[in-house]
Nanobody, 134 residues
Framework: QRQVVESGGGSVQAGGSLRLSCSVS????????VGWFRQAPGKEREAVVI????????HYADSVKGRFTVSEDNEKHTVYLLMDNLEPDDSAMYYC???????????????????????????WGQGTQVTVFS
């Protein structure tokens, strides 16, 4: 059974950092797509970063480039999201998702791919809250 479990949310002052963890299980192969998404109250779910595991490509949303960094530990089947220089607008419920394929090159080439990518992920975690206060 494929499962996705996030952890690591919390409250932090603007300018601070948090690291989220996403544990993925049930995939019998090492290469799959993992995405970090967020959704604030009254807003649509948007992708923060997509990573194709086992040394594949990464794609960051424009809003987090230079501030957020994704990494993976293949042995632990875990993907991390290090969030630096957090801003109040980063406050949201953060979700991790996994899929055998995820978004293809065509979608990722779109100017606002982060608004559509969630449609390509099948397995979702329960979410973890991130609150950034000024």
């Amino acid at each position: 059974q494929r499962q996705v479990v996030e952890s690591g949310g919390g409250s932090v002052q603007a300018g601070g950092s948090l690291r989220l963890s996403c544990s993925v299980s049930g995939f019998s192969y090492s290469h799959y797509a993992v995405g970090w998404f967020r959704q604030a109250p009254g807003k649509e779910r948007e992708a923060v970063v997509i990573i194709h595991t086992d040394g594949g490509s990464t794609h960051y949303a424009d809003s987090v480039k230079g501030r957020f960094t994704v990494s993976e530990d293949n042995e632990k089947h875990t993907v991390y999201l290090l969030m630096d220089n957090l801003e109040p607008d980063d406050s949201a419920m953060y979700y991790c998702a996994a899929d055998p394929e995820g978004p293809g090159p065509g979608m990722l080439a779109g100017l606002t791919w982060w608004t559509e990518a969630h449609k390509t992920f099948l397995y979702w975690g329960q979410g973890t809250q991130v609150t950034v206060f000024s």
